[in-house]
């Protein structure tokens, strides 16, 4: 079975500093991570995707198959940065498999 | 816009009532999957088609029934309503191997 874990709920960061947001997966297979965010009113859209290894709006994530982690990073937190965010997880060359979300961390950034 | 439509935006019913939402997944995508977004609960699957056939089945409950149409839009049905029914769901599609990509979600809610 699959299972993704975001252990915060909320996390608020000043503005300029550094934002970690916690992503811990179980999966005994090669797994595919992904991180999704959803703005105020506005629709789920992927935010990284680890197999292309990019930085997004300044945010990167590394996975971490030893620690079973899927951090995600930013070295100065923006106030558009505030929204919900998501990690998710399906299993990698298994083609149009559904994903398996965390339950979300809200990101709130203080001006 | 991602392109991934669904209808209705707000639904207010009753309970023991029933009710069909709609989504119309992005052009070309062969894959349509069903999310529930409940407080405390993150997106749950529900259900996934791929070329009009059902694929994967998640925490999906009995009086709960969709399908994809030859057309590739896809309705879910959800009936003898209950006030724990109250969510918001979510359609996504996604093209071979590729990322989600999310409706706006409809909002129901049970009185």
């Known amino acids: 079975a699959q299972r993704v874990t975001q252990p915060e709920k909320l996390l608020s960061v000043f503005k300029g500093a550094p934002v970690e947001l916690k992503c811990n997966y179980s999966?005994?297979?090669?797994?595919?991570l992904f991180w999704y965010v959803q703005y105020s009113r506005q629709r789920l859209q992927l935010l990284l995707r680890h197999i292309s290894r990019e930085s997004i709006k300044g945010f990167t994530a590394d996975l971490n198959k030893g620690e079973t982690s899927f951090h995600l990073k930013k070295p100065f937190a923006q106030e558009e940065d505030s929204a919900m965010y998501y990690c998710a997880l399906r299993r990698a060359n298994f083609g149009n498999e559904k994903l398996t979300f965390g339950t979300g961390t809200r990101l709130t950034i203080i001006p | 816009d991602s392109g991934v439509t669904q209808t209705p935006k707000h639904l207010i019913t009753a309970t023991g009532q029933r009710v069909t939402l709609r989504c119309s997944p992005r052009s070309g995508d062969l894959s349509v999957y069903w999310y529930q977004q409940s407080l405390d609960q993150g997106l749950q699957f529900l259900i996934q088609?791929?070329?009009?056939?059902?694929?994967a089945k998640g925490n999906i409950l009995e009086r709960f029934s969709a399908q994809q149409f030859p057309d590739l839009h896809s309705e879910l049905n959800l009936s003898s309503l209950e006030l724990g029914d109250s969510a918001l769901y979510f359609c996504?599609?996604?093209?071979?191997?590729?990322?989600?990509?999310f409706g706006e979600g409809s909002r129901l809610t049970v009185l």
């Open positions: 088609y791929y070329n009009g056939e059902e694929r």
């Open positions: 999966y005994s297979g090669s797994p595919e």
């Open positions: 996504a599609s996604s093209p071979e191997a590729g990322e989600l990509f």
